[in-house]
């Protein structure tokens, strides 16, 4: 069992950044790949980034390739996903996710575990 809690969610004015981070207990985190997904309101839960165990591969949609990082800190359990040049179109709630395996994924069913969310508005 892995417990996840999201922070650093907010309000920032487009052009902005913020800082997410996803503080892991339980099992050993850094035997597990994590991801960050988000969801606007009306609209499915969509793959952000994912990690490998080790942060030696990472995956980044589309959407968010140039402006967003994930890394992670396996000394602190902890995964982060750096957001820069952020659009109004970002706004949503940022989940934290863990699954077993050693490549990360965008497929959000793979994903056993889910922190509660961290609400982030962009306002244009």
């Not at 793979?110 to 961290?118: E, F, L, P, R």
Request: charged share 15%; net charge positive.
């Amino acid at each position: 069992q892995v417990q996840l809690v999201e922070s650093g969610g907010g309000l920032v004015q487009a052009g902005g950044s913020l800082r997410l981070s996803c503080a892991a207990s339980g099992r050993t985190f850094n035997s597990y790949t994590m991801g960050w997904f988000r969801q606007a309101p009306g609209r499915e839960r969509d793959f952000v980034a994912a990690i490998s165990w080790t942060g030696g591969s990472t995956l980044h949609a589309d959407s968010v390739k140039g402006r967003f990082t994930i890394s992670r800190d396996n000394a602190k359990n902890t995964v982060y996903l750096q957001m820069n040049s952020l659009k109004a179109e970002d706004t949503a709630v940022y989940y934290c996710a863990a699954r077993s395996g050693w490549t990360p994924a965008r497929e959000s069913n793979t994903y056993a575990y889910w922190g509660q969310g961290t609400q982030v508005t962009v306002s244009s």
